[in-house]
């Protein structure tokens, strides 16, 4: 049967009816099924989108029309075009307020926020705002959210909290808006105060959400250190380990830094170590610089704690650290510790260079052991170093201050042999070592050589000068370098001021001396117990023991306290006028006050008596008061006796 129907088929080349009606059949079915589920997507997309118009509102241009429906009804159609973004929608879940703020937010420039929002603004909360923030329903620029924030801030009815504040933090620094950041942490911090560092971090993680960022930490660390709360800034690094939060190495990093410098060394080396153990990097240049503050405090013990800490953290110290330690150990006197430590040096194969050489030479020459210094001197030049300007100041400083003027001007040319050239601070110390070896004229020479050289003197310059030229004796030559500070716009110091009331006095010039005085009063300065008692002096010398008083009440009121040397000027200026009442009751104030006479006390006292012809009442004044005599005044008490003995004769 089957080959004759095959046979139909080719001769004929058509197909049986029974094959099309079946094959219809089943193209008909695949149709029906495909328009059934079709029209059953559509329905279902077109219901989703009228609920959520009827939710938001959305403009009816949003809307597919009815000719747009209808045209789905046929088994094939070309699928919808979607309505044009302008902004996404919020979901349906979202609060109607954030959805309104967005809106007015994002329309602020046709219409301002304190009318779009004059109705919500009363009822809004720091927790919306919050909310905001994290939801964003309509991708609002973090710009815009930061003015909206400060807007919020001005508004009078609403209150910002810290947790706002830390919202908005996170918020900025996802968006790398770091320094806004930092500055609102700067006013929480300012409002906060002192002690807050527990509950700002609370804020800080109650707050952080999925926007978490290291930074939040180093710059909440580094506003408590800007405002110096430094304990605040290391509960912050203490609450971050705690936490096992990543390790604020910036906010280490500034907090140390201020500790190092305000702080004591100790007590920063103490959180350089906390930090070390939490991976924090070591470093040796924080090493040195702790070891610098201690050794400028003279705690070179400490420092070398440091020093032997470097080794520990897996460093190894640099000819800055030696250096470091070599000047500390100098400085404090300890010239063996220096040596043995340039030997560990040279073991460290850290080899000594020009820095170690003249730390060692100064602390020899303030030693008084020039010629070791020398010798130290000229192994540095076998080395190949070449000496500095700091290194020939320290030898030329080392001869002068040893009277050694010769050997500093042999210096100061071997100075000039090597190349190198003398600054202002060389002048100054071989003009003032010329000026107190009596070698005025030459230290004069020197300062033309000075500015020959371009060099301007500078107020040591004069003051030296001027210093010198008193204890010479040539006050007028004095009294020109004074005004030539004057022209040159140089304030004279208490050194300046008291060698010129020195040399007024030696000269008998006593009312400009006190007039000098006055003017270094009203300058500001405060005139010491000698230049007050230098100008009492000369004023009983004078007779005028009254202005001598004044000028000790003067004395008091200011803040001194006279010692026995100002009493006995005084003392010897009554007795000398013959006031020997009044010599005694100031011997009286002197004791009421605790201050205990000398020798010259008792001598002044003994001649004053002995030539009024009063040495009975001495004789009791000295039992009364427990004075001892010494020879002088057993010899002048002789000498009194004898004489009355021989007028009695002649009698």
């Not at 609450?239 to 190495?249: A, E, G, Q, R, V």
């Not at 020959?452 to 310059?461: E, H, S």
């Not at 300058?523 to 100008?535: I, R, S, W």
């Not at 009121?557 to 006028?577: A, E, F, R, W």
Request: net charge positive; glycine share 6%.
């Amino acid at each position: 049967m089957g080959g004759k129907e095959d046979g139909v088929k080719q001769k004929n080349g058509k197909v049986p009816p029974f094959v099309c009606v079946f094959d219809l059949i089943l193209i008909g079915f695949f149709l029906f099924s495909f328009q059934l589920v079709y029209d059953y997507q559509m329905k279902a997309a077109t219901k989703q989108e009228t609920n959520e118009m009827a939710t938001f509102k959305l403009p009816k241009t949003h809307l597919s029309s009815p000719k747009t429906l209808c045209a789905f009804s046929t088994w094939y159609s070309p699928p919808p075009q979607p309505p044009p973004r302008q902004s996404p929608p919020p979901s349906r879940h979202e609060s109607p307020i954030l959805t309104t703020i967005s809106e007015a937010i994002k329309n602020i420039e046709t219409k301002p926020l304190h009318i779009s929002l004059k109705n919500i603004l009363p009822s809004f909360k720091a927790h919306h705002f919050i909310s905001l923030l994290n939801q964003n329903p309509y991708f609002l620029p973090p710009k815009s959210l930061l003015s909206f924030f400060d807007f919020l801030s001005s508004y009078p009815t609403f209150s910002h909290t810290v947790q706002s504040y830390c919202s908005m933090v996170h918020f900025l620094i996802a968006h790398r808006m770091n320094q806004q950041a930092e500055s609102l942490l700067h006013f929480v911090v300012s409002r906060k105060g002192k002690g807050s560092a527990s509950s700002v971090f609370a804020s800080i993680l109650e707050t952080k959400g999925t926007l978490s960022s290291s930074f939040v930490f180093d710059a909440l660390m580094s506003v408590y250190t800007e405002f110096g709360y430094v304990s605040d800034a290391i509960q912050c690094f203490r609450l971050t380990k705690k936490h096992n939060l990543k390790i604020p190495f910036n906010g280490c990093k500034c907090l140390l830094e201020r500790m190092i410098k305000m702080s004591s060394p100790m007590v920063a080396l103490e959180f350089y170590l906390e930090i070390l153990d939490s991976g924090y990097p070591p470093s040796v240049y924080t090493f040195n610089v702790l070891m610098n503050r201690l050794c400028k405090e003279g705690k070179v013990k400490d420092a070398q704690l440091i020093f032997d800490e470097i080794r520990k953290t897996g460093l190894q110290p640099t000819a800055v650290s030696f250096n470091t330690l070599i000047n500390g150990y100098c400085k404090s006197g300890n010239l063996e510790e220096g040596f043995r430590l340039k030997m560990v040096m040279e073991e460290f194969r850290v080899f000594p260079d020009v820095f170690t050489y003249s730390a060692l030479i100064d602390g020899l020459c303030k030693e008084c052991q020039l010629d070791d210094a020398n010798h130290l001197f000229k192994e540095m030049c076998d080395r190949g170093l070449v000496p500095n300007d700091v290194t020939f100041t320290t030898l030329i400083n080392g001869q002068c201050k040893n009277g050694r003027v010769d050997l500093a001007l042999e210096i100061y040319q071997q100075m000039f042999t090597k190349g190198l050239k003398a600054d202002l601070v060389l002048y100054n110390t071989l003009i003032d070592g010329l000026c107190k070896g009596g070698y005025f004229r030459e230290a004069r020479k020197f300062v033309g050589e000075m500015i020959k050289r371009g060099l301007i003197p500078d107020k040591f310059t004069y003051t030296t000068l001027l210093d010198g030229s008193c204890k010479e004796g040539d006050l007028e030559l004095a009294l020109e370098m004074r005004k030539e500070m004057v022209k040159e716009g140089i304030q004279l110091d208490n050194v300046a001021f008291t060698a010129i009331i020195s040399g007024l006095c030696r000269d008998g010039k006593i009312v400009d001396a006190e007039r000098t005085l006055r003017e270094m009063l009203r300058a500001g300065l405060k005139p010491d117990d000698c230049t007050y008692t230098m100008v009492m002096d000369g004023f009983c010398k004078k007779g005028d023991v009254k202005m001598g008083f004044k000028l000790l009440k003067e004395m008091q009121s200011d803040g001194h306290i006279p010692g026995v040397i100002t009493y006995n000027v005084l003392m010897n200026g009554l007795c000398k006028q013959g006031q020997v009442k009044n010599a005694d009751m100031l011997l009286n104030a002197m004791l009421n006050l605790g201050v205990v006479p000398d020798d010259i006390t008792y001598n002044i006292l003994l001649q004053g008596h002995c030539k009024h012809g009063k040495l009975g009442d001495f004789q009791n004044v000295k039992t009364e008061m427990g004075l001892v005599s010494d020879y002088a005044s057993y010899r002048s008490l002789l000498n009194e006796l004898s004489k009355a003995s021989k007028d009695r004769q002649k009698r």
